[in-house]
């Protein structure tokens, strides 16, 4: 019989893969965090929907799916899912700054050690926008969204606004 795996494999050296995987996953994830983009990029250019689009952009979505989703999302890659929802998120949508704030409140709260590595006036805005009032919500989310794009947040995060924007857009078209 022809086998395809080395016969000194063993379900030990199996696990190890998965590990390395993981592990390579979680650097890959980290250099997003940095403003690397890649799994962001590779996310948004599927050619299947992504969660993340799915919760951001088909507004047919009802409530419950939308937050299931951007929770998922969330939970996998929680800045490149907050600054997705930033740079293409409708602001005119009544729930857009009560988003926003939960966004930002589970990047501070639920990953501070990632929070930790956004520069200085991110991380100073998402606080802000975490402990604003329910009107001021909006233009806090939008300040966020205005200052990736013009680069105030440095050129890796504006890079990485920008291919957001410029790929919803190709979506739309």
């Known amino acids: 019989m022809n086998n395809s795996t080395p016969t ?24 997003l965090l940095l403003g690397g983009g890649v799994i962001a990029a590779n996310a948004a250019t599927s050619s299947s929907p992504s ?11 009802t409530a419950a799916t939308a937050t299931a989703a951007a929770k998922t999302a969330l939970a996998r890659h929680p800045l490149a899912a907050g600054l997705r929802f930033f740079v293409n998120g409708d602001s005119t949508k009544p729930n857009y700054g009560q988003r926003a704030a939960k966004i930002a409140t589970f990047i501070l709260d639920k990953r501070p050690k990632l929070a930790a590595k956004l520069p200085a006036a991110l991380q100073a805005d998402l606080k802000a926008l975490k402990d604003a009032a329910d009107g001021d919500r909006v233009a806090k989310a939008t300040h966020i969204r205005d200052t990736a794009l ?14 957001m924007q410029e790929q919803k857009a190709n979506r739309k078209a």
């Open 150 to 163: 013009n680069g105030g947040y440095g050129p890796k995060i504006q890079a990485q606004a920008k291919r």
């Open 51 to 61: 969660t993340t689009a799915a919760a951001t952009s088909q507004p047919a979505a």
């Open 8 to 31: 000194s494999s063993t379900p030990a050296q199996g696990r190890k893969r998965t590990k390395a995987r993981t592990a390579v996953v979680g650097v890959l994830a980290a250099g």
